[in-house]
Nanobody, 126 residues
Framework: QAEFVESGGDLVQPGGSLKLSCVASGFPLEYYAVAWFRQAPGKEREGVICLGNTGGMSNSLDSVRGRFAISKDNAKNTAYLQMNDLKPDDTAIYYC???????????????????WGQGTQVTVSS
């Protein structure tokens, strides 16, 4: 059974950093593009950042570019989201997602992602 489990969410002060992890089981991450989405209270879930293969096609929201970085370790079947210079507007539940590399065009459209994690809460507040 395919499964994604996120961890690393926490309460952090503005300007701080967090690293989220997402461990995949039941499918080999090396054949999948990964993405991170987030959903703030009262808002729709939005795509934040995505990655095909390491060093390959990627995409991100303008608001996180230069602050957030996505990576994956195929040997550990794990994806990561490094978040720096966090702002209160980054407060949300963060979800990881995956789609087959063969279908990946660098998009952040949630409809195209097949596997989802349960989410991890990130709160940015002083």
């Amino acid at each position: 059974q395919a499964e994604f489990v996120e961890s690393g969410g926490d309460l952090v002060q503005p300007g701080g950093s967090l690293k989220l992890s997402c461990v995949a089981s039941g499918f080999p991450l090396e054949y999948y593009a990964v993405a991170w989405f987030r959903q703030a209270p009262g808002k729709e879930r939005e795509g934040v950042i995505c990655l095909g293969n390491t060093g390959g096609m990627s995409n991100s929201l303008d608001s996180v570019r230069g602050r957030f970085a996505i990576s994956k370790d195929n040997a550990k079947n794990t994806a990561y989201l490094q978040m720096n210079d966090l702002k209160p507007d980054d407060t949300a539940i963060y979800y990881c997602a995956a789609m087959p590399l063969s279908k990946f065009l660098g998009e952040l459209d949630r409809a195209n992602y097949e596997f989802w994690g349960q989410g991890t809460q990130v709160t940015v507040s002083s």
